[in-house]
Structures are given as C-alpha cells and as structure tokens.
C-alpha cells in the first residue's frame, strides 16, 4: 500500500483485516471451545495422547504442499530463515504429525495414536466460508495397518461428533476403500494413474452432476451449461457401466452393500483386499455398537486423490440449516479421513501405516449455529456492578470480588456514565444481572438484583411501556448475606 499522506499530516493506516482472516468474539472462541472440549474428552476416553506441534514447519516437510523453488509461498505463507532454509506455517495438522512420528519413532509407543487441535493457514484465494486461517481438530494412529484401527477412528468421529452437539442422526459417516475402484479398474485394462485419478474426478462429481453427469466425464467429457468442456476419462462401454454399478452399489446396510460390491468388483485381488478390509470394519463397528444409521459403506466417497491409500470416510451433516434470512443452505462434508500408508515413509524411506480423521472446528460451529444449536450455549456475560457514587468504590468491588470467589464472573463498570447508560451496558454484555448498591442499600445492609435474563424474556412481549416500566419485572433486593445465592438462582434459571 502507498502512504498517499498529505505533507505535514500524520500517516494513518486503514483499519483492516487481511482477507481470509476472521476476528473472533466471545461468541465464537466460546463456541469453538466448548466443541473442543468435548471432543477432546472423548479421544482421551479413547486412549489418544494430546499433541502440540509448532505453527511452522520446513517447507520439505510438508509433502504434497511442498512449495517449488521458484514459488516458495505457493499454496502455504513461507519465510527464509536466517539459515537460508524455507519454512511455512502448517497447511494441515497431518505433515507436522508425520515430522514428528519419523523424528521420534524409535522412542514413541507403537502405534501411536495422538490427537491435535489447533490454527492451520492456507496461502490460497479466500471466499465465502473459505479462510486462510482456520482451526482444526484431528486424531490419528500412526503404526498400525489393521482395518480394526479405521474402524476405531471412525466410531470415535461418531462419538465425538455427538459430543461437538450434533444427536444422533444429524450426521452419518460415509465409507469407502479406495483399493475397490483401483482394483475395479485394474481388471477392466485401466493401468495409466492419469486415467485412474481422471475417474476419480468423475466419480467425485456424482452429487453435483448425477449418474448421467458422470457417465459423460467417463467416457470422452462433458459439455457444461456455460459451453465449456471437460475432458473425459476415456472408458470404454463396458467400463463405463462397471464403474457407475460400483458407485451406485451401496445399500441401507454395511452387509448388503459388501454384498452388492463383492458382485460388481469381478474377483481382481486389490479389489477383494479392499472387500476384506471393509468386513473387518463392519465387524468392529458393530463391536463397538456404531450402527447402520451412524456409520455406512458408500462407494461413492472419493477423498485425496493423490493421498489415500485404503479406507476413506466423510461425515456429512443431516441436519437443516438456514442462514441469517432464513434461506436453506448445504454444509454437506464436515469432515473425513482415511488411510495414509505413505506420508511417514517420505521421510524415513519405510511405510508407516497410519489412519486418521479431521473436521474444521469453525466449520462445524457454523454448521450448528445455522441448525439452530448454539455450541457452548447461550450467550452470557458477567455480572455488572452498577456504579452510584465514587466515594462507595470500595463495596462495589467488594461485592464483585464476592461473586467471583463463588466462581461467579462479574465486572464494576469502569465507565463515566449514569445510570441509564450502564444498564444500557449490562444489557449489550448479555449480562444475567446487574447489582444495583446505592448509599440506601449500603446502610441498610442489602443489594438490589435485577434479573436482566427475566426482563429480556419478558420484554419481548410487553405492548405498554409504561406498564413495563412500573412492574420493573426481576428487581428484589435481598440481604447483603444472600447476595450469592439469589444471583446463583438467576443463573440457574429459577428468578425470584
């Protein structure tokens, strides 16, 4: 930016937010926070060990994300350190994990299973509810090629998508083994990657374009509403068809879709690999009581085209959501996972076997928010102390530091207005309560309460304000002795 300052005139810079960074109030930390918790508690339940890694990274060691050496910041926000080496700020919390797991295995328990939470950064063009920094939350198992530890992910994701505050039946997830469709394709002459990440492509656009939609990108590509063409995949007829039985193959039940894709697979030895894998997880979900309706094989799924290796899941939000006017909006995926046999392996030459799944945190908390279920509850500020008169500063931080001992949060306000105004105050923090001690109360030995929660409920349906104003509703004064108490009791929902 070019200082345009006129001679003489002190610089004043723009108060800006660079694009794709969002301030955060209260109102989302709280709600960021309380998922966090709650998920965080049930990978603990899990036996999942906490773990923080740094926000930066060498640049090599981010995998697929690596920067080239013209482009240092492509795709992640780089620096030179002072030893000439580039480092950047994590894309993902999976890259830092495997770093660590290859830097420390020898002295790790094996497998590890870690969980971590925290800011990730995208050097990328932001949008609508697209963010250059944004939070994570994921867990995985490094070490461990069982299908049993997909399954655990997976169960664990229900489980804790349920804590975030999303009840059962508000989000399924959906699961897939990429080795079925390599193995599909393998026996009907597919042998080319290019070919094979093309169908992916194809198979990934079956919500938006339909079978239809898709059966074009298979074969020679697809001419779009705006003219523009899309290349194809190339399948011949006969592989067209396999590949749209294959995605249309799944079924109410983890059982009959297995049955329904050991028909369509045709026998190819990487395809009956992925069959097995997947009945071993049917078999440990229903172990560990995830049932049909929580967690279901879907053919369709198709995540990481150059990352997985195996099993792959997404969780997809069920619920109805509105946004500020009332319109429907899609949240649709809310976040996946899978198998990455590979990513440990880039630096150590040898395969690791891990697993794991991850949901942006801010996502979710917009996703619930628009379902009309507040994560972390109910906004709610501090206590205020009303301040009278100056020369009684002392009681009212004496009443404030009452409140907080009982673990109750309270503020005296600090301003230089009256009385209106700092009930006007109390009000906008979304305060409970305001405590009102004026030289009366003092001597007297009592505090006056108004219970704010009581007057906003009621307010909303008051047509006379001058009755309102006479009825002054959730107003008492209480000895000074009971002042906890009665606050308590207003915090808990019960008033006067």
Request: one cysteine or more; a negative charge; hydrophobic letters at 40%.
């Amino acid at each position: 930016m070019t200082d345009q300052t006129p001679p003489g005139e002190a610089f004043r810079p723009d108060a800006r937010a660079p694009r794709g960074f969002a301030d955060k109030r209260a109102r989302d930390l709280r709600a960021e926070r309380a998922i966090l918790e709650a998920v965080s508690a049930v990978y603990e339940r899990y036996g999942f060990e906490a773990l923080d890694t740094g926000a930066f990274e060498y640049a090599d060691a981010l995998g697929k994300f690596l920067p080239d050496a013209d482009r240092p910041n492509e795709g992640v926000f780089a620096l030179q350190d002072d030893d000439e080496q580039w480092m950047a700020l994590r894309y993902d919390l999976t890259a830092p994990l495997a770093r660590f797991a290859a830097q420390n295995w020898e002295t790790l328990a094996k497998p590890f299973r870690r969980y971590a939470f925290g800011p990730v950064w995208r050097n990328e063009k932001p949008g609508p509810g697209r963010f250059r920094e944004f939070i994570q939350c994921d867990a995985d198992t490094v070490g461990s090629a069982r299908p049993e530890a997909d399954a655990e992910i997976i169960a664990m994701a229900v489980e804790g998508l349920q804590a975030a505050g999303l009840p059962r039946g508000a989000a399924v997830l959906k699961i897939n083994n990429r080795k079925l469709l390599n193995g599909l394709l393998t026996a009907a002459g597919v042998e080319s990657n290019g070919q094979k990440l093309s169908v992916l492509r194809a198979v990934d656009k079956l919500d938006r374009l339909g079978v239809e939609g898709v059966r074009l990108l298979l074969g020679e590509g697809r001419l779009d509403e705006s003219g523009a063409f899309t290349k194809g995949a190339g399948l011949a007829g006969k592989a067209i068809d396999s590949v749209l039985d294959f995605v249309q193959a799944g079924a109410a039940s983890r059982s009959e879709t297995l049955s329904r894709l050991a028909n369509v697979i045709g026998g190819s030895a990487e395809g009956d690999e992925g069959l097995d894998e997947l009945a071993k997880i049917d078999a440990a979900l229903t172990s560990l009581g995830v049932a049909e309706d929580q967690a279901l094989f879907e053919p369709s799924i198709v995540r990481g085209l150059e990352y997985y290796t195996g099993a792959v899941f997404e969780a997809e939000l069920l619920l109805s959501t509105t946004d500020d006017k009332g319109a429907s909006v899609s949240f649709g995926s809310i976040g996946g996972g899978g198998r990455y046999d590979d990513l440990v392996a880039r630096f150590t030459g040898q395969q690791t076997p891990a697993t794991g799944f991850s949901f942006g945190v801010s996502r979710l908390t917009a996703a619930l928010r628009a379902a009309g279920r507040e994560p972390g509850g109910q906004a709610r500020g501090p206590v205020v102390v009303i301040v009278f008169d100056q020369t009684h500063m002392g009681e009212y931080f004496s009443v404030a530091g009452e409140l907080r001992a009982a673990g109750i949060a309270a503020e005296v306000y600090l301003g230089a207005s009256g009385m209106r105004p700092q009930m006007k105050y109390a009000d906008r923090r979304l305060a409970p309560a305001a405590i009102m001690l004026g030289g009366d109360e003092i001597a007297a030995g009592t505090v006056t309460i108004k219970d704010l929660d009581l007057g906003r409920e009621l307010a909303s349906g008051v047509a006379d304000n001058a009755a309102w104003k006479a009825e002054r509703p959730g107003q008492q004064t209480v000895p000074r002795g009971e002042l906890v108490a009665a606050v308590r009791k207003i915090l808990l929902g019960g008033g006067q």
